[in-house]
């Protein structure tokens, strides 16, 4: 497991008592969040009064406004506009606050929602749902940079009654699309023909001189209100919250203007500022192939962006006399769960060392928070029971409604912690006297009340949790929180899921097999059908056998009713909470009574990784993991006997238990056994630690698999490298005596390489790439590998393939395979499959795939292709 750090790292703090509403509940509160709002216009009125008073005149309170922008990236799966219409609705905290966040344009007050990747989200071009977006977060880039266009849309809107066309649909579409880089191209050139910097400011800069010079004309002309500055809150969940965090690095560098030494930040003239940055549990994690036994690391535009930007610099204060106007993110908040386990949602902390003149971080001083400044609390639960998402009675839990959800308490945090930075938020009426009246559109509506519902019984059990959490450093309270949750799963898991009151609410409660089936078809036929009018294409036409099949499937599923309600803003899930649980249950039991059968191998060989999405891959060391389950396996035991006495909850366990059994999730077991895409993280289990990166470090040693989509110590450089990896398995590593085989398993390493066996190929082939020997530097287990990154850069890139450097037969056909791979997605793109067939074949020359190895997927699909088209 990780060394300890030296000096040791400032603490994490422990979520507070919940003693009182997170929302207002005097005038008092919400007359200090509106001065806030207003902080701006005071000052420039006294500024001007200033100013008066020295010729000896008065001046009327002027006419002006600040601009407020609320911005909220949602996180993975999660879609504001059908999730607030579901049954029960399953909004997450983020849309949420979205909900609760002010609109009122003509007063300068805007907000703006971006879906969950794997999400529908037709502003940027994504029509239907996507596998690729929920397993690896694909489509993050364009979400970033239509957050970027925001600014733009605020500012026309405000102008329009100066010549300012609202920005259109089209418009925001062309911008994003300017605006994206492709990893693949930015590899094989090196950064030269994809610079994600220089294109955002291309696509940005002409609207941005446009309103600059629009708004430098109203000053001249003494037009009214004068517009001061623009004010943002940004919010985001999972991967909309390592978003969110780009976002204001990528918002920082294009707004940033040096003033001799120092910096100050505008965009179209006027002062720009991050007031609040609100953060659930941020994930930048890269997808992986479901077999693979890698440890996530970050998409592309999470590279070196999940820093939050400091202040570190002298700042050059702005010459508008507004407050503050020497910072650009004044506050953040991170909340982060203590029991996520999953190997696929390895954390994003905000904590970091401080950064050298030259820029290299400082390993003389603590690894910390910036003082004042950021804040990063634990809370109890996974992944969504801190970002919210979960609808009441999923997996058996909260079924007493919206109140018993558990990240109804960091949800108040939250919103307590931005209207305290001035925040915009609407609310509620009960906190407002009759001789204190706000306007009408700050009162929060009844529906957005009822999703901040809190239960007492929810209240008991949170503080219960509260009492018994410890502080210390993030690693430190991870390690303690997953230990209590083994020590729970010990006795309601290992001692039978049968007898537990949650997994009885859902026994035999699964979607059938024939419903699934007939659910995912018409799921499909739905989707076809929005694509074809997105397109302005006639419906898909059945073919009388498949139209006998979807009206037996509209019977099953109970008419066109049913059908209405299908959501295609999200892939098809069914319900499987029974078999989740169960299966989760097994797999723990297993593992802690160690019940491993005997055909179990020493080694693992892991299945293909296709880097098809670029990112960062980290590689775990087995003898870590070993270690982990050692002392998850100890300590949850000992714990477990603080909590149950024989079978019993122990005397004052009571509502810590009742936390575990009614509202905590288990979003491994969901993970693990979701229907379409297979039983994943198998190379993982329940006795492991989360993986937490801090900015460059991490809480474990790594070794650097893959950046940007470059692998390590391959030779030649391609758009897709596939990868296996064979690793032992940590079992064997432990030196247990396993009742199951009655006889003692392999300690240490005897016969087994220090290192695991790594070899790449190409995926169209199945040929083995060339290998550049002496990286063993680069490949060496760290808790620094953002160092090994840094190295990685500044060495040379590998040789693209070109017609001229495939010197080998195998090059030559993995050229040709990729040429021909490019034929067939120009075709698919335009649309004109004719002739596709042959244009791969000539590029391949018609040779055959090499023998012994499955045809090239590629032309499977032209063959498919070739067949829909003559059909």
Same mark, same amino acid.
């Given at each position: 497991?990780?060394?300890?750090?030296?000096?040791?790292?400032?603490?994490?703090?422990?979520?507070?008592?919940?003693?009182?509403?997170?929302?207002?509940?005097?005038?008092?509160?919400?007359?200090?969040?509106?001065?806030?709002?207003?902080?701006?216009?005071?000052?420039?009125?006294?500024?001007?009064?200033?100013?008066?008073?020295?010729?000896?005149?008065?001046?009327?309170?002027?006419?002006?406004?600040?601009?407020?922008?609320?911005?909220?990236?949602?996180?993975?799966?999660? %879609?504001?506009?059908?999730?607030?219409?579901?049954?029960?609705?399953?909004?997450?905290?983020?849309?949420?606050?979205? %909900?609760?966040?002010?609109?009122?344009?003509?007063?300068?007050?805007?907000?703006?929602?971006?879906?969950?990747?794997?999400? $529908?989200?037709?502003?940027?071009?994504?029509?239907?749902?996507?596998?690729?977006?929920?397993?690896?977060?694909?489509?993050?880039?364009?979400?970033?940079?239509?957050?970027?266009?925001?600014?733009?849309?605020?500012?026309?809107?405000?102008? =329009?009654?100066?010549?300012?066309?609202?920005?259109?649909?089209?418009?925001?579409?062309?911008?994003?699309?300017?605006?994206?880089?492709?990893? /693949?191209?930015?590899?094989?050139?090196?950064?030269?023909?994809?610079?994600?910097?220089?294109?955002?400011?291309?696509?940005?800069?002409?609207?941005? #001189?446009?309103?600059?010079?629009?708004?430098?004309?109203?000053?001249?002309?003494?037009?009214?209100?004068?517009?001061? !500055?623009?004010?943002?809150?940004?919010?985001?969940?999972?991967?909309?919250?390592?978003?969110?965090?780009?976002?204001?690095?990528?918002?920082?560098?294009?707004?940033?203007?040096?003033?001799?030494?120092?910096?100050?930040?505008?965009?179209?003239?006027?002062?720009?500022?991050?007031?609040?940055?609100?953060?659930?549990?941020?994930?930048?994690?890269?997808?992986?192939?479901?077999?693979?036994?890698?440890?996530?690391?970050?998409?592309?535009? !999470?590279?070196?962006?999940?820093? *939050?930007?400091?202040?570190?610099?002298?700042?050059?204060?702005?010459?508008?006399?507004?407050?503050?106007?020497?910072?650009?993110?004044?506050?953040?908040?991170?909340?982060?769960?203590? %029991?996520?386990?999953? /190997?696929?949602?390895?954390?994003?902390?905000?904590?970091?060392?401080?950064?050298? /003149?030259?820029?290299?971080?400082?390993?003389?001083?603590?690894?910390?928070?910036? =003082?004042?400044?950021?804040?990063?609390?634990?809370?109890?639960?996974?992944?969504?029971?801190?970002?919210?998402?979960?609808?009441?009675?999923?997996?058996?839990?909260?079924?007493?409604?919206?109140?018993?959800?558990?990240?109804?308490?960091?949800? %108040?945090?939250?919103?307590?912690?931005?209207?305290?930075?001035?925040?915009?938020?609407?609310?509620?009426?009960?906190?407002?006297?009759?001789?204190?009246?706000?306007?009408?559109?700050?009162?929060?509506?009844?529906?957005?009340?009822?999703?901040?519902?809190?239960?007492?019984?929810?209240?008991?059990?949170?503080?219960?949790?509260?009492?018994?959490?410890?502080?210390?450093?993030?690693?430190?309270?991870?390690?303690?929180?997953?230990?209590?949750?083994?020590?729970?799963?010990?006795?309601?898991?290992?001692?039978?899921?049968?007898?537990?009151?949650?997994?009885?609410?859902?026994?035999?409660? #699964?979607?059938?097999?024939?419903?699934?089936?007939?659910?995912?078809?018409?799921?499909?036929?739905?989707?076809?059908?929005?694509?074809?009018?997105?397109?302005?294409?006639?419906?898909?036409?059945?073919?009388?056998?498949?139209?006998?099949?979807?009206?037996?499937?509209?019977?099953?599923?109970?008419?066109?009713? !049913?059908?209405?309600?299908?959501?295609?803003?999200?892939?098809?899930?069914?319900?499987?909470?029974?078999?989740?649980?169960?299966?989760?249950?097994?797999?723990?039991?297993?593992?802690?009574?160690?019940?491993?059968? $005997?055909?179990? #191998?020493?080694?693992? /060989?892991?299945?293909?990784?296709?880097?098809?999405?670029?990112?960062?891959?980290?590689?775990?060391?087995?003898?870590?993991?070993?270690?982990?389950?050692?002392?998850?396996? =100890?300590?949850?035991?000992?714990?477990?006997?603080?909590?149950?006495?024989?079978?019993?909850?122990?005397?004052?366990?009571?509502?810590?238990?009742? *936390?575990?059994?009614?509202?905590?999730?288990?979003?491994?077991?969901?993970?693990?056994?979701?229907?379409?895409?297979?039983?994943?993280?198998?190379?993982?289990?329940?006795?492991?630690?989360?993986?937490?990166?801090?900015?460059?470090?991490?809480?474990?040693?790594?070794?650097?698999?893959?950046?940007?989509?470059?692998?390590?110590?391959?030779?030649?450089? *391609?758009?897709?490298?596939?990868?296996?990896?064979?690793?032992?398995?940590?079992?064997?590593?432990?030196?247990?005596?396993?009742?199951?085989?009655?006889?003692?398993?392999?300690?240490?390493?005897?016969?087994?390489?220090?290192?695991?066996?790594?070899?790449?190929?190409?995926?169209?082939?199945?040929?083995?790439?060339?290998?550049?020997?002496?990286?063993?530097?680069?490949?060496?287990?760290?808790?620094?590998?953002?160092?090994?990154?840094?190295?990685? #850069?500044?060495?040379?890139?590998?040789?693209?393939?070109?017609?001229?450097?495939?010197?080998?037969?195998?090059?030559?056909?993995?050229?040709?395979?990729?040429?021909?791979?490019?034929? $067939?997605?120009?075709?698919?793109?335009?649309?004109?499959?004719?002739?596709?067939?042959?244009?791969?074949?000539?590029?391949?020359?018609?040779?055959?795939?090499?023998?012994?190895?499955?045809?090239?997927?590629?032309?499977?699909?032209?063959?498919?292709?070739?067949?829909?088209?003559?059909?």
């Amino acid at each position: 497991m990780s060394q300890t750090l030296k000096p040791p790292p400032a603490s994490v703090l422990i979520a507070r008592p919940f003693e009182r509403t997170g929302l207002p509940i005097s005038s008092s509160e919400v007359l200090v969040n509106i001065r806030a709002q207003e902080r701006d216009e005071k000052k420039f009125w006294s500024k001007m009064i200033s100013a008066a008073a020295k010729q000896g005149e008065e001046v009327p309170e002027p006419c002006c406004k600040t601009l407020h922008i609320s911005l909220c990236f949602d996180g993975t799966n999660n %879609h504001e506009p059908s999730d607030s219409i579901a049954d029960p609705i399953c909004t997450s905290n983020v849309a949420r606050l979205f %909900h609760a966040s002010v609109e009122k344009t003509e007063e300068g007050f805007f907000r703006y929602y971006s879906p969950g990747v794997g999400t $529908v989200f037709e502003e940027i071009k994504e029509y239907l749902p996507s596998q690729t977006g929920l397993i690896g977060a694909s489509g993050g880039e364009d979400r970033i940079n239509w957050g970027l266009t925001r600014l733009i849309a605020a500012l026309k809107e405000t102008l =329009k009654g100066e010549g300012q066309e609202p920005l259109s649909l089209g418009q925001t579409q062309a911008l994003v699309e300017s605006m994206g880089t492709n990893w /693949a191209a930015s590899v094989l050139s090196g950064g030269l023909l994809e610079n994600g910097t220089r294109k955002r400011k291309a696509a940005i800069q002409p609207y941005e #001189d446009e309103l600059a010079s629009l708004l430098e004309q109203r000053r001249s002309a003494d037009e009214k209100p004068e517009i001061l !500055a623009l004010r943002l809150y940004v919010y985001g969940f999972s991967r909309g919250a390592a978003q969110a965090r780009t976002f204001a690095n990528w918002l920082m560098e294009l707004t940033r203007r040096q003033n001799g030494e120092a910096s100050e930040y505008r965009f179209a003239g006027l002062p720009i500022s991050i007031e609040f940055l609100g953060l659930f549990d941020t994930v930048a994690a890269v997808g992986l192939a479901d077999s693979a036994p890698f440890a996530a690391g970050h998409m592309d535009w !999470a590279s070196g962006t999940m820093r *939050l930007p400091d202040e570190d610099l002298q700042q050059a204060c702005m010459p508008t006399g507004l407050p503050e106007d020497c910072g650009f993110l004044k506050r953040c908040v991170h909340l982060v769960s203590a %029991h996520e386990q999953r /190997a696929s949602f390895p954390l994003d902390s905000i904590r970091r060392r401080e950064k050298n /003149a030259d820029g290299t971080r400082n390993d003389k001083l603590a690894s910390t928070y910036r =003082k004042d400044a950021w804040w990063e609390y634990v809370y109890p639960g996974m992944h969504s029971d801190v970002g919210g998402g979960y609808p009441p009675g999923d997996q058996g839990k909260a079924r007493g409604g919206q109140g018993e959800l558990l990240s109804q308490i960091p949800l %108040h945090h939250m919103y307590r912690s931005a209207f305290a930075a001035g925040a915009p938020l609407q609310v509620p009426s009960s906190a407002l006297s009759d001789s204190e009246k706000v306007e009408e559109w700050r009162i929060m509506e009844p529906k957005t009340e009822v999703e901040f519902s809190v239960s007492e019984v929810l209240v008991t059990r949170f503080n219960a949790w509260q009492q018994q959490a410890e502080a210390g450093s993030l690693e430190e309270v991870i390690k303690r929180e997953q230990a209590l949750i083994t020590a729970w799963r010990i006795d309601r898991y290992a001692g039978g899921i049968d007898k537990q009151g949650f997994y009885s609410r859902v026994k035999g409660q #699964d979607m059938s097999d024939e419903k699934q089936a007939a659910l995912k078809r018409l799921h499909a036929h739905k989707l076809a059908e929005n694509s074809a009018a997105a397109q302005g294409k006639e419906l898909p036409v059945l073919s009388e056998r498949e139209q006998q099949q979807h009206e037996a499937d509209l019977k099953l599923v109970g008419g066109t009713d !049913a059908y209405t309600r299908i959501n295609t803003n999200k892939t098809f899930e069914p319900a499987l909470d029974d078999r989740q649980l169960r299966s989760a249950a097994a797999e723990f039991k297993r593992d802690y009574t160690r019940s491993w059968g $005997v055909l179990e #191998d020493t080694f693992k /060989a892991g299945g293909v990784l296709n880097l098809l999405l670029g990112g960062t891959v980290y590689l775990m060391n087995e003898e870590d993991e070993a270690q982990e389950y050692a002392e998850l396996y =100890k300590n949850g035991t000992e714990r477990n006997g603080e909590l149950f006495v024989r079978g019993v909850i122990a005397n004052g366990q009571q509502a810590l238990v009742e *936390l575990f059994d009614e509202q905590v999730h288990d979003s491994r077991a969901w993970f693990m056994n979701s229907s379409g895409l297979g039983e994943r993280e198998p190379f993982t289990d329940y006795f492991r630690y989360r993986l937490v990166h801090f900015d460059n470090e991490s809480n474990k040693r790594l070794s650097v698999l893959a950046k940007g989509g470059r692998v390590v110590g391959v030779g030649i450089a *391609l758009a897709s490298v596939g990868l296996s990896v064979k690793k032992r398995n940590p079992r064997y590593l432990l030196g247990l005596f396993l009742p199951s085989l009655a006889t003692p398993v392999l300690t240490g390493r005897p016969g087994l390489p220090d290192f695991p066996e790594i070899s790449a190929f190409d995926p169209l082939t199945g040929i083995a790439l060339p290998m550049m020997q002496g990286m063993e530097a680069v490949r060496a287990f760290t808790q620094n590998p953002g160092d090994i990154l840094a190295m990685l #850069d500044a060495m040379p890139l590998p040789v693209p393939l070109t017609e001229q450097t495939a010197i080998t037969p195998d090059l030559q056909t993995i050229f040709k395979a990729a040429e021909a791979a490019k034929a $067939v997605k120009t075709t698919k793109d335009s649309g004109d499959m004719s002739g596709l067939l042959g244009q791969a074949m000539d590029l391949m020359d018609k040779d055959d795939p090499k023998p012994g190895l499955p045809p090239p997927g590629w032309l499977d699909q032209a063959k498919g292709m070739a067949k829909e088209l003559t059909g």
